[in-house]
């Protein structure tokens, strides 16, 4: 089967000058599992566009690094 | 990934098994924990915000409150809106219990409304009575049962665990004695022995494809893929009403709830695009939802909800609701379309379908013990057959749930469990993982899900239906096709054979069901007239044990408990007598 990449507009974006390094509260509260932590930055992003704008990432972040915006579709 | 073999798991034991830590989750292993079961929760998200309650909720829709409402007007209420087709036992229990439920979610810290005497502030949506009672601190909810689970009486007797997905129920005999699932992050493959099992894994939220075409824009939460609908079904367990489809009027695209339920205490209301008042009751029924569609398709469309003639003080009011709790991005939507309540009203538009008896009344058949025809086998939340349940009644149904699941798991056995169900389901999880190179699961589902909207939607016709049960076979190639490279992926297929499993049972039971009933939830366009005859009673669904296929049984309407006045039931079976003594809550009796 063949493969493309493409580019997504994802919700939820993090701050990584705010992110903390070895927090991961977000990554721990999310519903659908969408948040991950990069291995080569040790911040915070989302891995999968799967979004329900729910927002437990954004609430439970103790530095305000994480903005959830609506899903592009749904803008 | 690297397949673990079958015999390569992690097992675990416990006393009454909860499949999902949402609403009725929670409470069911609260109350099974203080009844002494050693309890075991799988979550496949994080307890802490999982369920339809993962931001809380701005307020309870059913409580009934004595001195402001009594039993017998919300079980008539209810089966009023549910056109009689309804076991009134099952809807008592809501009503008489939910009181008690208040309170003991006031001790655990939930703050509900009080007026400046003290009492309960419910305010009245429904047609008679006055059951909705504001959370002003909603948004704390599952905080607080969460904070419960871990407290130091209840932590030792039970376990949460998170990411942890199961896909099937394990049964001997015909007794339900177990589950097999995956962990969602390492792939580790997971079985557990129960005494008993209490399934809570919510709605079917994400069967129809938004209008957005995102496919987690849904109303539920997207998580709630019909996973419990589709276990109960395999397991043997008969389901009902699942042609009694749930859609509800939300904010267009955005997909959250308007609210009307929160807006009309205040004064707000839904018009049509002339300005107009179109219903003349707001309560989520299927007859309010025909009103609704027919109001959308009309030349007087949209529709919206009406605040723009509200004070300052009371729009921001209800900003401080809408905009902090179940949905708070709401604001952040408005912000981006420019709408502000002050000069703008909200465009509002239905919902894609789902299975929610929560809302609708579709869901897996239970009693008033929360039993299912599955021994050892419980279902409670969204996801078990009692009408028009909302959070209160998720939260007596885990209550229920998880007292009579701990007498039931104190003299089951522990069999050994069925090596041959551990196979299949180890098949159904890992299968994707061996063939990385097909269809992913976005695609899949997405024309899964647009077969969906296409074939199920209402109004409902047999040339249509046919077409989607034709569509939704079609689809087990596909989907034996998948392809998934990580855990994660994974539960992303699992969770679409779950839709497909729900979008075949939407559509063989509204093919079943010749008739139209419900308003819009199943509204047949090629037989628009309701056949009291012949179909005043519950449609159950199960997995036929010779054939593997859907078969469906016609089970009779239970004789009322509670007179409704002004309704005349069809088949004249008279009323029976209310129930007494130990079948009455304490606040009642």
Same mark, same amino acid.
């Given at each position: 089967?063949?493969?493309?990449?493409?580019?997504?507009?994802?919700?939820?974006?993090?701050?990584?000058?705010?992110?903390?390094?070895?927090?991961?509260?977000?990554?721990?509260?999310?519903?659908?599992?969408?948040?991950?932590?990069?291995?080569?930055?040790?911040?915070? &992003?989302?891995?999968?566009?799967?979004?329900? &704008?729910?927002?437990?990432?954004?609430?439970?972040?103790?530095?305000?690094?994480?903005?959830?915006?609506?899903?592009?579709?749904?803008? | 990934?690297?397949?673990?073999?079958?015999?390569?798991?992690?097992?675990?034991?416990?006393?009454?098994?909860?499949?999902?830590?949402?609403?009725?989750? !929670?409470?069911?292993?609260?109350?099974?924990?203080?009844?002494?079961?050693?309890?075991?929760?799988?979550?496949?998200?994080?307890?802490?915000?999982?369920?339809?309650?993962?931001?809380?909720?701005?307020?309870?829709?059913?409580?009934?409150?004595?001195?402001?409402?009594?039993?017998?007007?919300?079980?008539?209420?209810?089966?009023?809106?549910?056109?009689?087709?309804?076991?009134?036992?099952?809807?008592?229990?809501?009503?008489?219990?939910?009181?008690?439920?208040?309170?003991?979610?006031?001790?655990?810290?939930?703050?509900?409304?009080?007026?400046?005497?003290?009492?309960?502030?419910?305010?009245?949506?429904?047609?008679?009575?006055?059951?909705?009672?504001?959370?002003?601190?909603?948004?704390?909810?599952?905080?607080?049962?969460?904070?419960?689970?871990?407290?130091?009486?209840?932590?030792?007797?039970?376990?949460?665990?998170?990411?942890?997905?199961?896909?099937?129920?394990?049964?001997?005999?015909?007794?339900?004695?177990?589950?097999?699932?995956?962990?969602?992050?390492?792939?580790?493959?997971?079985?557990?022995?129960?005494?008993?099992?209490?399934?809570?894994?919510?709605?079917?939220?994400?069967?129809?494809?938004?209008?957005?075409?995102?496919?987690?824009?849904?109303?539920?939460?997207?998580?709630?893929?019909?996973?419990?609908?589709?276990?109960?079904?395999?397991?043997?367990?008969?389901?009902?009403?699942?042609?009694?489809?749930?859609?509800?009027?939300?904010?267009?695209?955005?997909?959250?709830?308007?609210?009307?339920?929160?807006?009309?205490?205040?004064?707000?209301?839904?018009?049509?695009?002339?300005?107009?008042?179109?219903?003349?009751?707001?309560?989520?029924?299927?007859?309010?939802?025909?009103?609704?569609?027919?109001?959308?398709?009309?030349?007087?469309?949209?529709?919206?909800?009406?605040?723009?003639?509200?004070?300052?003080?009371?729009?921001?009011?209800?900003?401080?609701?809408?905009?902090?709790?179940?949905?708070?991005?709401?604001?952040?939507?408005?912000?981006?379309?420019?709408?502000?309540?002050?000069?703008?009203?909200?465009?509002?538009?239905? #919902?894609?379908?789902?299975?929610?008896?929560?809302?609708?009344?579709?869901?897996?058949?239970?009693?008033?013990?929360?039993?299912?025809?599955?021994?050892?086998?419980?279902?409670?939340?969204?996801?078990?057959?009692?009408?028009?349940?909302?959070?209160?009644?998720?939260?007596?149904?885990?209550?229920?749930?998880?007292?009579?699941?701990?007498?039931?798991?104190?003299?089951?056995?522990?069999?050994?469990?069925?090596?041959?169900?551990?196979?299949?389901?180890?098949?159904?999880?890992?299968?994707?993982?061996?063939?990385?190179?097909?269809?992913?699961?976005?695609?899949?589902?997405?024309?899964?899900?647009?077969?969906?909207?296409?074939?199920?939607?209402?109004?409902?016709?047999?040339?249509?239906?046919?077409?989607?049960?034709?569509?939704?076979?079609?689809?087990? !190639?596909?989907?034996?096709?998948?392809?998934?490279?990580?855990?994660?992926?994974?539960?992303?297929?699992?969770?679409?054979?779950?839709?497909?499993?729900?979008?075949?049972?939407?559509?063989?039971?509204?093919?079943?069901?010749?008739?139209?009933?419900?308003?819009?939830?199943?509204?047949?366009?090629?037989?628009?007239?309701?056949?009291?005859?012949?179909?005043?009673?519950?449609?159950?669904? #199960?997995?036929?044990?010779?054939?593997?296929?859907?078969?469906?049984?016609?089970?009779?309407?239970?004789?009322?408990?509670?007179?409704?006045?002004?309704?005349?039931?069809?088949?004249?079976?008279?009323?029976?007598?209310?129930?007494?003594?130990?079948?009455?809550?304490?606040?009642?009796?």
């Amino acid at each position: 089967m063949a493969h493309a990449t493409s580019r997504s507009d994802v919700p939820v974006v993090i701050d990584e000058e705010k992110c903390i390094d070895g927090c991961t509260l977000c990554v721990d509260m999310c519903p659908l599992d969408s948040l991950a932590i990069n291995p080569d930055s040790g911040k915070a &992003y989302m891995h999968v566009d799967e979004c329900w &704008y729910c927002g437990p990432c954004a609430a439970r972040c103790p530095v305000d690094a994480v903005t959830v915006n609506i899903p592009y579709l749904l803008r | 990934m690297q397949i673990p073999e079958v015999s390569d798991r992690r097992h675990l034991e416990c006393d009454v098994l909860v499949v999902g830590g949402g609403t009725a989750g !929670t409470m069911a292993a609260l109350t099974a924990a203080s009844n002494g079961a050693s309890v075991l929760i799988m979550e496949k998200a994080h307890v802490r915000h999982s369920g339809a309650l993962a931001m809380g909720m701005d307020g309870v829709n059913n409580a009934v409150v004595p001195g402001k409402a009594t039993p017998e007007d919300y079980v008539a209420d209810i089966t009023v809106a549910n056109d009689g087709i309804v076991n009134q036992r099952t809807i008592y229990q809501t009503a008489t219990r939910g009181f008690e439920m208040v309170q003991r979610l006031e001790s655990y810290g939930v703050k509900f409304e009080k007026d400046e005497h003290d009492e309960y502030a419910v305010r009245k949506v429904h047609r008679s009575g006055s059951y909705v009672l504001p959370m002003p601190e909603g948004k704390e909810v599952k905080k607080v049962l969460y904070r419960e689970l871990r407290s130091r009486n209840v932590r030792s007797h039970v376990t949460m665990t998170n990411r942890l997905m199961p896909v099937r129920i394990l049964t001997v005999d015909g007794r339900a004695v177990g589950a097999v699932g995956f962990d969602t992050r390492t792939g580790e493959f997971v079985t557990v022995s129960a005494g008993a099992v209490i399934l809570a894994a919510g709605a079917a939220g994400r069967l129809g494809l938004p209008a957005s075409g995102y496919l987690y824009g849904t109303y539920e939460n997207p998580t709630n893929a019909g996973d419990g609908y589709a276990m109960a079904y395999h397991a043997g367990a008969e389901l009902s009403g699942i042609e009694c489809f749930q859609i509800n009027p939300l904010i267009k695209d955005y997909n959250g709830p308007a609210c009307a339920y929160v807006a009309n205490p205040f004064g707000g209301y839904q018009v049509n695009g002339e300005g107009n008042r179109f219903v003349d009751c707001d309560y989520w029924s299927g007859q309010m939802m025909a009103e609704v569609k027919r109001e959308l398709e009309s030349s007087r469309g949209p529709i919206y909800l009406k605040l723009s003639h509200l004070p300052d003080a009371t729009i921001s009011e209800i900003e401080g609701i809408l905009h902090t709790t179940e949905r708070p991005t709401r604001g952040t939507f408005h912000e981006g379309r420019g709408t502000n309540y002050r000069d703008r009203d909200i465009e509002m538009h239905i #919902s894609e379908i789902g299975l929610c008896s929560g809302h609708s009344a579709s869901g897996v058949w239970v009693d008033e013990h929360a039993r299912t025809t599955v021994p050892g086998l419980y279902a409670a939340g969204d996801m078990a057959l009692v009408p028009h349940n909302y959070m209160i009644g998720a939260f007596v149904y885990g209550d229920i749930a998880g007292e009579d699941a701990a007498t039931f798991a104190r003299s089951a056995s522990h069999p050994e469990l069925p090596e041959d169900q551990i196979e299949a389901a180890h098949e159904l999880i890992y299968r994707p993982a061996s063939n990385p190179d097909g269809p992913p699961q976005p695609q899949v589902e997405y024309k899964l899900r647009r077969f969906v909207n296409d074939y199920l939607q209402p109004p409902k016709t047999e040339r249509y239906l046919s077409l989607g049960v034709e569509a939704f076979e079609r689809m087990r !190639t596909d989907i034996a096709q998948m392809g998934a490279r990580t855990p994660h992926e994974l539960m992303r297929c699992a969770e679409v054979s779950f839709i497909r499993d729900c979008a075949e049972m939407a559509a063989r039971s509204s093919l079943e069901r010749t008739e139209s009933r419900w308003g819009l939830y199943h509204a047949r366009d090629d037989i628009p007239q309701q056949d009291d005859a012949s179909w005043f009673c519950h449609l159950n669904l #199960s997995k036929d044990p010779a054939t593997a296929g859907m078969t469906f049984a016609r089970r009779p309407v239970a004789p009322y408990i509670v007179p409704v006045p002004g309704f005349v039931r069809p088949d004249g079976v008279p009323d029976a007598l209310a129930p007494q003594g130990v079948e009455l809550a304490e606040a009642w009796r």
